[in-house]
């Protein structure tokens, strides 16, 4: 197994570096937007569907009966190993130039994840966990992962991409519960803030709403790092929904109490 994932850990790094050669010619550059839904604004660009069709290529040219889960485009097969990808998580802050948006890559074994990699591309930082590792790659150099061992809500930082995405008026109230007990909440990080989580810089994020893609590939790096990450009802991610990520499972138990109030 270990050889195995291995191997599946270089070819992600492969998936990811064909990501970036096409997502930073996109950066920051005039390109058509298309919105995906009418009742809100829900942007794809070119970017997003090129990377998409890159990613899936590639995974089905060297595993043929792998199944993949993608936000623009998915091949679903009936085979233990499954793909998900995101191909830019945040594609409001790419299309607004913010360099907070990354590539999210994970491979799940008979519904468990195995591997998930976090690719940042405008900031060259890289995020991977799999087995019983979790470690960050910035500018080629890589270090060891490990969350914050603060267990007190008074002195947490608190995370999320936005309060007015969540999936309704309910989740936003629990939102704000948890906002009055904690010493700093920063919004706008999308898949980012559980990279900084992971790397001890913040307590915890909470989103709602959430899709496979948008949280799978996170789950080992957060969880290999010291943290949980869970679904709001104590359940696993791997369907997405409502998230919480803490840096570690008292932290998790007190904002459980909180937002399930």
């Known amino acids: 197994?270990?050889?195995?994932?291995?191997?599946?850990?270089?070819?992600?790094?492969?998936?990811?570096d064909e990501a970036r050669l096409v997502s930073l010619k996109y950066f920051?550059?005039?390109?058509?937007?298309?919105?995906?839904?009418?009742?809100?604004?829900?942007?794809v660009t070119i970017a997003d569907i090129k990377i998409q069709k890159k990613l899936n290529k590639l995974i089905l040219s060297h595993y043929k009966n792998h199944s993949i889960i993608g936000e623009e485009e998915s091949f679903i097969s009936e085979n233990s190993y499954e793909w998900c990808i995101d191909p830019i998580d945040g594609t409001k802050s790419f299309i607004q130039g913010v360099p907070l948006w990354g590539t999210l890559i994970s491979l799940a074994k008979n519904r468990?994840?195995?591997?998930?990699?976090?690719?940042?591309?405008?900031?060259?930082?890289?995020?991977?966990?799999?087995?019983?590792?979790?470690?960050?790659?910035?500018?080629?150099?890589?270090?060891?992962?490990?969350?914050?061992?603060?267990?007190?809500?008074?002195?947490?930082?608190?995370?999320?991409?936005?309060?007015?995405?969540?999936?309704?008026?309910?989740?936003?109230?629990a939102f704000e519960k948890l906002n009055k007990?904690?010493?700093?909440?920063?919004?706008?990080?999308?898949?980012?803030?559980?990279?900084?989580?992971?790397?001890?810089?913040?307590?915890i994020v909470l989103e709602s709403g959430l899709k496979p893609w948008d949280i799978r590939a996170l789950e080992p790096i957060i969880k290999n790092a010291g943290g949980e990450l869970k679904t709001w009802e104590n359940k696993k991610i791997f369907n997405g929904g409502r998230v919480l990520a803490t840096a570690n499972k008292p932290l998790f138990k007190r904002c459980r109490k909180v937002i399930s109030n």
């Not at 994932?5 to 990811?16: D, P």
């Not at 995906?36 to 829900?42: A, V």
């Open 112 to 173: 468990k994840i195995i591997l998930g990699l976090a690719d940042i591309p405008a900031l060259d930082e890289r995020y991977i966990g799999y087995c019983d590792k979790s470690y960050k790659i910035v500018k080629g150099k890589k270090t060891k992962l490990k969350t914050k061992s603060n267990h007190r809500l008074s002195e947490s930082i608190l995370n999320t991409t936005s309060p007015y995405v969540f999936a309704n008026k309910k989740d936003q109230a």
């Open 1 to 16: 197994m270990t050889e195995n994932i291995l191997k599946l850990v270089n070819f992600s790094n492969r998936l990811a």
């Open 28 to 43: 920051k550059k005039t390109m058509r937007i298309d919105n995906k839904k009418k009742e809100s604004f829900d942007p």
């Open 181 to 203: 007990k904690v010493k700093s909440t920063r919004l706008g990080g999308d898949c980012y803030s559980y990279c900084l989580l992971a790397d001890g810089h913040v307590d």
